[in-house]
């Protein structure tokens, strides 16, 4: 497949970010992806999708998986949803490979990143049918009410190989063209395929189709949060100390 390239303006309110207000304003943000065997890319909120970016569907050409395509989203507002949707054809393989960047050099995101989580709504492959806005937004708010099939949002499985390794350890897996090396794929593991390699090879119906998202810009992991605010404190209790 080709790269393409498509424009997306979203507006909306600016959202808090981890109890701390962000600054008003945008962002443009390029995603480079590929999927077996079909992949969305959506912008939104919390709790809905308002724009889709792009819809790719590598069915009936297993050259597409083994290429990327790339999309660019202008004037994305910070504080916003990036969600990307995600199916296969329960045939050999599986995963989702994803590439973000901020445009402007502010930040890059793969997808073996820890700040990606994963919903499963138990739907069904979408078999090359594109999800809707409004079927995405319903979708999203039972995995926030954790009535789905997930059990609401989790953390992303990853491959044990990244993308400049050959990607997933399957004899077919190849290494993608325009997507950073070090990024792995991800995909959810449902648990009840047993086989070597699940979720990623084996065929298998992980309670599909999957929503992924991440927060655009992306927030800093739980940890980060936490020594930064040590650190803080440790600076000010410091400073408090030498004034004495």
Not at 132 to 160: F, H, K, M, Q, Y
Not at 180 to 200: E, K, L, N, T, V
Not at 217 to 225: K, N, Q, R, T, V
Request: proline content about 5%; charged content about 15%; aromatic content about 10%.
């Amino acid at each position: 497949m080709g790269r393409q390239c498509f424009a997306v303006w979203v507006f909306g309110m600016v959202m808090g970010i981890v109890g701390t207000a962000v600054a008003a304003g945008t962002v443009d943000i390029g995603v480079t992806a590929t999927a077996d065997n079909e992949y969305g890319i959506f912008l939104g909120d919390d709790d809905s999708a308002s724009a889709m970016v792009a819809w790719v569907a590598n069915y009936g050409s297993g050259v597409g998986i083994w290429d990327s395509e790339s999309y660019v989203a202008y004037g994305v507002p910070l504080g916003s949803r990036l969600y990307m949707v995600g199916s296969s054809d329960y045939m050999v393989i599986q995963g989702l490979l994803v590439d973000v960047i901020d445009t402007g050099g502010g930040f890059r995101l793969l997808s073996d990143d820890p700040r990606w989580e994963v919903t499963a709504t138990g739907l069904g492959s979408r078999w090359g049918s594109p999800v809707s806005l409004s079927e995405l937004s319903d979708e999203i708010l039972r995995a926030n009410a954790g009535t789905n099939a997930s059990g609401g949002w989790v953390p992303v499985a990853v491959s044990a190989m990244t993308n400049g390794e050959g990607g997933m350890a399957h004899p077919d897996s190849r290494i993608v063209p325009g997507i950073d090396p070090d990024s792995r794929w991800m995909w959810y593991d449902s648990g009840r395929d047993g086989s070597d390699g699940a979720p990623f090879f084996g065929g298998y119906n992980h309670d599909e189709w999957l929503i992924f998202r991440t927060q655009i810009p992306p927030i800093p992991a739980p940890g980060a949060l936490v020594l930064g605010g040590i650190g803080a404190s440790v600076v000010g209790w410091l400073r408090r100390r030498s004034a004495l």
